[in-house]
T-cell receptor, first 112, second 111 residues
Framework: NAGVTQTPKFRILKIGQSMTLQCTQD?????MYWYRQDPGMGLKLIYY???????DKGEVPNGYNVSRSTTEDFPLRLELAAPSQTSVYFC???????????FGPGTRLLVL | DAKTTQPNSMESNEEEPVHLPCNHS???????IHWYRQLPSQGPEYVIH???SNVNNRMASLAIAEDRKSSTLILHRATLRDAAVYYC????????????FGPGTRLSVLP
């Protein structure tokens, strides 16, 4: 039981490149979330999903897209990478709203 | 938006109790108070949560003020492994936007 896995662990992108951050869970939880964490700051919600086929914007969605075709996977897409997207990205899951969230190990992204 | 205020940093000696305060004066009646912590280079991990009554678990205790405008996370005996950033979190009053993380309190534990 791995919980929440994220790939890759670290990536360097050039400005304008695109990439997909992967998040997979094996706990069969309905709720999934993407956060970003800038140095020395707290986490900010980018997108979330309450179940397969349903996604919605969080606090900072600009420059990102998500999809949720299965319960297990919630990929985050960056279409045109910008230096402002340099951050650590965390995926999280929960069984229901307000319940405990379980976080993945994070993906460190550097855009140069 | 329900927001929290925490001290930027605190220090504790090993094996002593630690009281981490949090102010949340705009909390709504249905908001749970959650605490998470983040160890260096890791994702946040759940510590404890509560609504109105004080709560205890194997990691910590949560003391909630009677008016719910503040709370305190209590680590009964700090260890070096407890050095982390501790986040006091409320749910935004919008469906789905579950948690808002502030900058948290960086706890240092001295041997």
């Amino acid at each position: 039981n791995a919980g929440v896995t994220q790939t890759p662990k670290f990536r360097i992108l050039k400005i304008g490149q695109s990439m997909t951050l992967q998040c997979t869970q094996d706990m069969n939880h309905n709720y999934m979330y993407w956060y970003r964490q800038d140095p020395g700051m707290g986490l900010k919600l980018i997108y979330y999903s309450v179940g397969a086929g349903i996604t919605d914007k969080g606090e900072v969605p600009n420059g990102y897209n998500v999809s949720r075709s299965t319960t297990e996977d919630f990929p985050l897409r960056l279409e045109l990478a910008a230096p402002s997207q340099t951050s650590v990205y965390f995926c999280a899951i929960s069984g229901q709203l307000q319940e405990t969230q379980y976080f993945g190990p994070g993906t460190r992204l550097l855009v140069l | 938006d329900a927001k929290t205020t925490q001290p930027n940093s605190m220090e504790s000696n090993e094996e002593e109790p630690v009281h981490l305060p949090c102010n949340h004066s705009t909390i709504s009646g249905t908001d749970y108070i959650h605490w998470y912590r983040q160890l260096p280079s890791q994702g946040p991990e759940y510590v404890i949560h509560g609504l109105t009554s004080n709560v205890n678990n194997r990691m910590a205790s949560l003391a909630i003020a009677e008016d719910r405008k503040s709370s305190t996370l209590i680590l009964h005996r700090a260890t070096l492994r407890d050095a982390a950033v501790y986040y006091c979190i409320l749910r935004l009053d919008n469906y789905g936007q579950n948690f808002v993380f502030g900058p948290g309190t960086r706890l240092s534990v001295l041997p």
